[in-house]
């Protein structure tokens, strides 16, 4: 390639990250106020079997679980009180047991009234947020909330999980080097497959040769797995400072209910085969 050939390609490159970078500051400067909600899987207090039920708090249940739910200023203004029409309603509220500010911001603003079910935001600056515990009677419940803003791009719905990305990452980076490995040949010990002629289980030769495999292993895998345990350390410090703790704890809490989920279910599955095994009647 000749120099007015790279002269082109680094022109063409530098006017790409010019116009992304030029996009991307000006988004920042944008004024915006996005009111980002976010719950979390039901996560069981209580399991019952069969047809049992329990009498908590004067009421006779067969389920007891809690969800979290978040409300989060992921925008670049403040949200205030006059940005609402009506306060935010946590349905349906028949399957409220009990409803509680579990964490907020010290500086974020909110009443909770928990008869209606109802939370009116008065202050959220942005980064700012505010997590509503529920606990709930019921086996099949999703929280369905209701936000009445000014603008209907205001408010959003948000699925992901942010304590998962640093493991992603992580492991990324860890399958990335060993590509790179298996690319380049970089294999610092390599050894023949096959042991030497005549070697028996107990002879040395099998020994020394069987160890120098294990050696060349560990040589081969060493080094995706330190930067594999790297990255995800320090991606999960870049991600757990760009949030506050309020934040941060809610997806901590959002990734354990997930993560239960699907063993919670087989284990009651299994639980209520075996409890019909004892009482079939």
Do not use: C
Not at 48 to 76: C, H, K, M, P, Q
Not at 112 to 136: F, N, Q
Not at 209 to 218: A, E, K, R
């Amino acid at each position: 390639m000749t120099i007015d050939t790279w002269l082109g390609l680094i022109g063409t490159v530098t006017g790409i990250v010019g116009v992304v970078l030029a996009y991307v500051f000006y988004r920042k400067s944008i004024r915006t106020k996005v009111l980002a909600i976010a719950y979390t899987d039901r996560i069981p207090l209580m399991i019952t079997l069969g047809d049992l039920e329990v009498v908590y708090e004067g009421l006779t249940i067969r389920a007891l679980s809690r969800v979290y739910v978040l409300f989060w200023n992921r925008g670049t203004a403040p949200i205030e009180a006059n940005d609402f029409l009506g306060p935010v309603v946590v349905s349906p509220d028949k399957a409220i047991l009990n409803l509680a500010v579990h964490e907020k911001d010290p500086a974020a603003q909110a009443t909770l009234d928990e008869a209606a079910k109802t939370l009116s935001i008065d202050l959220l600056r942005p980064g700012e947020a505010i997590t509503l515990v529920a606990e709930i009677i019921s086996d099949t419940y999703r929280p369905e909330i209701s936000v009445q803003m000014k603008s209907s791009d205001m408010s959003t719905f948000i699925s992901g999980i942010r304590t998962l990305y640093p493991s992603l990452v992580g492991f990324g980076s860890a399958m990335l080097v060993f590509l790179i490995e298996l690319a380049t040949g970089y294999f610092i010990v390599s050894f023949p497959s096959e042991p030497p002629p005549g070697a028996d289980i107990y002879s040395l030769p099998l020994l020394v040769h069987m160890g120098l495999l294990l050696l060349s292993v560990v040589v081969v895998l060493l080094p995706p797995l330190v930067i594999g345990w790297a990255a995800d350390r320090i991606a999960q410090r870049l991600l757990s400072r760009a949030t506050t703790s309020t934040v941060w704890n809610f997806f901590t809490l959002k990734q354990s209910a997930w993560s239960t989920r699907v063993r919670m279910k087989q284990f009651r599955k299994f639980m209520d085969a075996e409890f019909k095994k004892i009482a079939p009647n």
